[in-house]
């Protein structure tokens, strides 16, 4: 399924419209406890965090692939991308949004969500 948001004149989404792209395009690819965290009053690099899992290497790769030819539909350009090649954890800069796509041990293994435990955090609805 392919989700775009119509933009007039090429405006930019904000934060929190890209965030809830994010969200749909893994969940789209079935990612598992998709969850967006306001980051806002926690730090300046970023406003949100969009973490989810995918059950294997493969799914997470599926999972960053959706989200960037989804966000690169509406004309948003990522900025940096890391862990790709491995598929454990995947980080896709967005600036004001990154999200963070993991397997499910790396995801239990790292923690982000009680790392940043003072963050608002939302789970994804359809």
Excluded: P
């Excluded at 392919?2 to 789209?28: G, P, R, W, Y």
């Excluded at 960053?64 to 690169?72: F, K, P, R, S, V």
């Excluded at 995947?90 to 790392?115: K, P, Q």
Aim: with cysteine; hydrophobic share 40%; glycine share 8%.
């Amino acid at each position: 399924m392919i989700f775009i948001i119509n933009l007039k004149d090429k405006e930019m989404m904000t934060a929190f419209e890209k965030s809830c792209v994010i969200a749909k395009a893994a969940d789209d690819k079935k990612a598992a406890r998709i969850l967006t965290m306001d980051m806002r009053e926690l730090t300046t690099s970023t406003d949100y965090f969009i973490i989810c899992n995918g059950r294997s290497n493969i799914q997470a790769k599926a999972i960053a692939d959706n989200i960037e030819e989804q966000l690169g539909l509406s004309g948003e350009h990522l900025l940096h991308r890391e862990g790709y090649k491995s598929g454990e954890w995947i980080l896709l800069d967005y600036g004001d949004c990154v999200a963070h796509i993991f397997t499910e041990e790396s995801r239990e293994f790292y923690g982000l969500e009680s790392l940043w435990g003072d963050a608002g955090i939302k789970e994804y609805e359809e």
